[in-house]
């Protein structure tokens, strides 16, 4: 047995990217700035999860 699952989840990674290859005179511009944001996210959710647990 194989220990991956197979899943039909789109990542928003892989969505920008799968948009950014249909769209040809695309630079990458956008799928810059909306990574920069998803991992601006992701490190204020980290921070908050850190306080919650810091301040129970």
Do not use: P, W
Not at 2 to 8: A, E, L, P, V
Not at 18 to 25: I, L, N
Request: contains cysteine.
């Amino acid at each position: 047995m194989s220990d991956h699952t197979q899943t039909n989840i789109i990542t928003l990674t892989r969505h920008v990217l799968t948009e950014q290859y249909h769209h040809k005179d695309a630079t990458g511009d956008l799928t810059l700035l909306l990574t920069a944001i998803q991992l601006g996210c992701k490190f204020v959710e980290s921070c908050v999860r850190k306080a919650a647990l810091v301040y129970l």
